[in-house]
Every structure is written in C-alpha cells, then in structure tokens.
C-alpha cells in the first residue's frame, strides 16, 4: 500500500506566496518522477510542474517564472513553491509520483487527494 498526501494549499491574495507539500508513504522502493498537476472548476486537469529522480524540472509555461519545484528523497517528499499568484491560480493541486515497490522493476503512479489554492483579488 502507498499513501500520497499533499498539504499547503490555502486562501492567498493575488500576488502572494504558498508552498505545497506532498509526501509519499507505505511499500515504496524507488521513487522516480514526482509532479504537480492542478485541475480548476470546469477545466481539465494540466500539469503545472515535474521533478525526475535526477533533479531535471519541467513547468507549465504559465507557472515558469513564478514557481519552483523541488523533492527530498530521504523524505519521499516534494514541493511546490509558488509565488506571485494569480487568481487563475485557483485549483485543487495533486500530487502525481511514480513508484517502484521493492523488489519490482515496475513502476505505477499514485495520486494524493489533492490540496485546494484559492487565490483573491
């Protein structure tokens, strides 16, 4: 069993900052890719950021400039710095890792339940 929680989300003004979280827990052997992905009321869900095992980072062209995605291997976690929101912002946040079990060689991906960002005018 794996667990994924995410945590961090909140209400911001537009033009502030939050920091998510997200940790995996359980049966994991080897943790590759991690991400971030939102998805926003009547919207599909889209990737906002992604982290592999060997630190190369890919962001969504909206959030580039304005977050930073980063992991810690000895706590099966990342995060998800985001500053200078927008009210576009406004989505529930998921976490998306990919999970070898131990004495596996395949990977599956897991996902959190989701943390919401609302972000005010």
């Known amino acids: 069993q794996v667990q994924v929680v995410e945590s961090g989300g909140g209400l911001v003004q537009a033009g502030g900052s939050l920091k998510l979280s997200c940790a995996a827990s359980?049966?994991?052997?080897?943790?590759?890719?991690m991400g971030w992905h939102r998805q926003a009321p009547g919207k599909q869900r889209e990737l906002v950021a992604s982290i592999t095992r060997g630190g190369t980072t890919n962001y969504a062209d909206s959030v580039k400039d304005r977050c930073a995605i980063s992991r810690d291997d000895s706590k099966n976690s990342t995060y998800l710095q985001m500053n200078r929101l927008k009210l576009e912002d406004t989505a529930v946040y998921y976490c998306k890792v990919a999970i070898q079990a131990p004495g596996t060689v395949w990977s599956y991906d897991y996902w959190g339940q989701g943390t919401q960002v609302n972000v005010s005018s």
């Open positions: 359980g049966n994991i052997g080897r943790i590759y890719t």
